[in-house]
């Protein structure tokens, strides 16, 4: 049976492909390799040109170049030794051009071609540790110096015409230049490839606001904000459901609630705190100051307590307890290596104590809350709740939105 086109590629990319690499060094074979195959093709196709143009002996160099480098991979495919594999790729790289420049009678004569050593250390940068481009680099200049000195020493006479002088330089500098170019544009998307996920991996766990303020300073955050909202969820019966599901299932059951709950936090544009096991924190009115901190939040509550009566996680029904409070809070950030934007507070305190002290399936506010939102949705007093560390507290449970506020 044919391969197909896709098929073939995937095979050469895999040649000498082991698989404990990790994922960078499996890129770096591939692309090694996959590269290394269009420079035989061209190292035979200007050696035919040269032999062709009358110029046997320097045909010869890049012929021979083609057939070592094809040798090399075949080498490599049987061995998987990468270091021997990308040392030979590179020397070659860097030795051939200059070889050829002697055999042509110097810089001129030779249409510039010495310029392909460059992608040498160009080259070291892409399948090599960073640290050991400069090396290659010195190498390259060195070469360079030293076919300086060696021109006035050069028989400058060669079977090559003026035009054909002129092609090879045309087909040298593009070459080179396309090569150098497409090796910097693939620097340049992975970097930003590489930002772009480093910074959806920092929003994941820090405000922008936040975030941005780490990546351009350094210093202490910490912020105090005046009116705020501090929600806590909580799973009724987490523990006894644990004990009969696989690490597994629990994770999954966990992920697709708190997903959810991710959902509505961006949906009333609100910040997720932190999980701590079965428990979802999020909060209102930071970083970014709204005055319907508690409005926002609430609407977001409901929703929470609504979305979970209504489905199964994992063949099983849930019912959280939720809990709300409103007033000052400090937030900043804490820790150098697993930092988190973290809030402190007796308001923070409270609404964790109303989420413990709360009852299964119903979302329960202290006074501060019910006074911000009363006209907005319908609320039923409990009465005095014995709240631990703090005493007899009044509080209330959110039923609904009112008529108009939904």
Wanted: proline share 4%; glycine share 8%; hydrophobic share 50%.
């Amino acid at each position: 049976m044919r391969r197909s086109a896709v098929e073939k590629f995937v095979w050469v990319a895999r040649i000498g492909a082991d698989p404990n690499d990790d994922v960078d060094l499996k890129l770096q074979k591939s692309l090694l390799v996959l590269c290394s195959f269009p420079f035989v093709f061209a190292g035979v196709t200007w050696g035919l040109l040269y032999t062709f143009f009358g110029e046997p002996l320097a045909g010869a160099i890049p012929f021979s170049y083609g057939v070592v480098s094809l040798l090399s991979i075949i080498h490599f495919g049987l061995t998987r030794r990468y270091r021997f594999f990308r040392f030979s790729q590179l020397a070659l790289i860097l030795l051939l051009p200059f070889l050829l420049m002697i055999a042509l009678g110097g810089f001129v004569q030779g249409s510039a071609v010495i310029m392909w050593a460059l992608i040498c250390p160009m080259g070291a940068m892409l399948f090599d540790e960073p640290r050991h481009a400069p090396r290659w680099f010195l190498a390259f200049v060195g070469l360079v110096a030293l076919s300086g000195f060696l021109q006035p020493y050069l028989d400058f006479s060669n079977n090559l015409s003026p035009e054909v002088m002129i092609f090879f330089f045309v087909i040298n500098l593009i070459g080179v230049g396309a090569l150098i170019f497409l090796m910097v544009f693939y620097f340049v998307g992975q970097k930003n490839a590489f930002q772009e996920k480093s910074e959806a991996l920092i929003l994941n766990i820090l405000p922008k606001e936040i975030a941005a303020i780490l990546r351009d300073e350094q210093r202490t955050i910490a912020n105090y904000f005046e009116g705020a909202s501090v929600l806590f969820a909580d799973v009724v019966g987490f523990t006894s459901i644990s004990a009969t599901m696989s690490p597994h299932e629990l994770v999954k059951l966990l992920d697709e609630v708190f997903s959810q709950f991710d959902d509505l936090t961006e949906k009333y544009e609100l910040e997720k705190i932190k999980t701590i096991g079965d428990c979802y924190m999020v909060a209102s009115g930071i970083p970014r100051p709204r005055a319907d901190h508690a409005q926002a939040l609430t609407r977001m509550a409901l929703e929470m307590r609504d979305y979970v009566s209504k489905h199964e996680f994992q063949g099983r029904k849930l019912t959280f307890r939720i809990g709300l409070n409103s007033g000052p809070v400090v937030a900043g950030v804490i820790g150098r290596k697993k930092f988190i934007y973290d809030l402190w507070g007796e308001v923070v305190n409270t609404a964790s104590r109303m989420e413990s002290h709360g009852r299964e399936g119903f979302v329960q506010i202290t006074r501060a809350t019910y006074e911000m939102i009363k006209d907005e949705f319908v609320c039923e007093p409990r009465g005095m709740v014995d709240v631990k560390g703090t005493g007899q507290m009044e509080t209330w449970f959110v039923t609904e939105p009112r008529g108009g506020a939904a």
